[in-house]
């Protein structure tokens, strides 16, 4: 008899809300709607269990996980709220550099660390084998660059596999990826995708012109929404990686790589009353036949947080997979298909028919390179 995949979240925000409701729903309803891949390997999203949260939000810790996930600054959809209790709560985490300065000064929108000691490594690493956790998947804030290392370390001594769903470069960093693999650790990252969000389109649209013979000449992608994300994002410094990771994920996807100026690609605004939804604004110009120029313009609206939830939980069993299988370091395969800036870039289309041979026999066994 299989075992569930035992899963602590780091960031009780939004997109763990998210993550924590929808498996509550699928496990109560058997729907199939809405996920990805029903079975990876023996897993089902009703094996997935949180069994322990770790945020520094004063309105967080100390709660059972179930209640955590809708605490304030937290806006995503309520649509599953009635989940069966747990024992699963939320412990103190280290603060570091998650929480940016501005965000303590917006009230109920932005967050309020709690006055508790913060725990050392030890700490966190005693919770994650007390616990038994098999995945740590991190939703820190982006820029939470010194945060996420520090919770890569805990994982590693702790012998646990990570999603790392943040652009925080772990899994694409060359020298973290061989402490993995040296431990034999999975790890999937970096920076989940959505569903079907404003990366994975731009990046669609992007292949079908090179396909279909038109030149890519200029393009841009800009993002609105109203969660603590964007706030988050407000301060420019700690963008960089997030627009490297979103901008190279389109880049990735074209026949000719643009030049600087002639691609934009990032958060652009924060808009309260958003909430959780994100608008996305793409523009692509091109030149066809005959060097006649076209272009193409879309908007995009998606709860934001669901959206990168259904990657995240088929990630979680991707890794959970490659764990019992005695596989470690960065996952090739699973991170293309599931994040922004994968060790090594790959079309949709190669990455799942590598999953396919990997854990997906319902679909075709197909050779990635046809």
């Known amino acids: 008899m299989k075992n569930g995949i035992r899963v602590a979240i780091v960031g009780v925000g939004n997109c763990a809300s998210a993550l924590v409701q929808g498996t509550a729903y699928y496990r109560r309803t058997g729907d199939v709607t809405g996920l990805i891949h029903l079975d990876i390997g023996p897993y089902r999203p009703g094996d997935v269990e949180f069994v322990l949260g770790i945020d520094v939000d004063a309105r967080k810790v100390g709660l059972p996980l179930a209640e955590a996930i809708f605490a304030a600054p937290n806006n995503t959809q309520a649509f599953e709220r009635d989940l069966p209790p747990t024992e699963a ?29 913060q725990p050392g490594k ?60 040296q431990r034999g650790l999975p790890i999937v990252g970096d920076d989940i995708k959505a569903q079907v969000g404003a990366t994975i389109i731009h990046r669609m649209l992007s292949s079908l012109f090179s396909a279909r013979g038109v030149t890519v000449e200029r393009t841009y992608q800009l993002n609105t929404g109203g969660n603590t994300d964007f706030m988050n994002m407000l301060d420019a410094g700690r963008l960089t990686r997030k627009k490297l990771s979103k901008t190279e994920a389109v ?12 691609i934009r690609v990032g958060p652009s605004e924060y808009v309260p009353w958003q909430k959780d939804n994100k608008i996305a604004f793409m523009r692509i110009e091109g030149t066809g036949w005959g060097r006649v120029p076209m272009n193409l313009e879309l908007r ?23 764990r019992d299988r005695g596989e470690g370091g960065a996952l090739i395969a699973e991170s293309a298909y599931f994040c922004k800036h994968p060790p090594q870039q790959m079309a949709e289309e190669a990455a799942l028919c590598l999953l396919a041979s990997r854990a997906l026999p319902h679909l075709p066994q197909l050779d990635a390179a046809e």
């Open 89 to 117: 709560r939320v412990i103190m985490g280290r603060i570091l550099d998650g929480v940016a300065p501005h965000m303590t000064q917006a009230g109920e929108r932005g967050f309020q660390p709690a006055d508790l000691p």
């Open 122 to 181: 030890s700490d966190i690493v005693a919770a994650l084998r007390q616990e038994r956790v098999d995945v740590l998947i991190n939703f820190l804030p982006v820029g939470s660059q010194a945060a996420s290392e520090f919770y890569m370390d805990c994982a590693l001594e702790a012998g646990v596999g990570v999603v790392n769903a943040i652009p925080v470069f772990i899994a694409s960093d060359p020298a973290w990826e061989a402490r993995f693999r």
């Open 251 to 262: 880049q990735a996807a074209l026949a000719q790589r643009l030049e600087d100026e002639n």
């Open 300 to 322: 995009l609206s998606v709860e934001d947080s669901p959206n990168a939830a259904a990657c995240a939980m088929d990630a979680i069993r991707f890794c959970k997979l490659a």
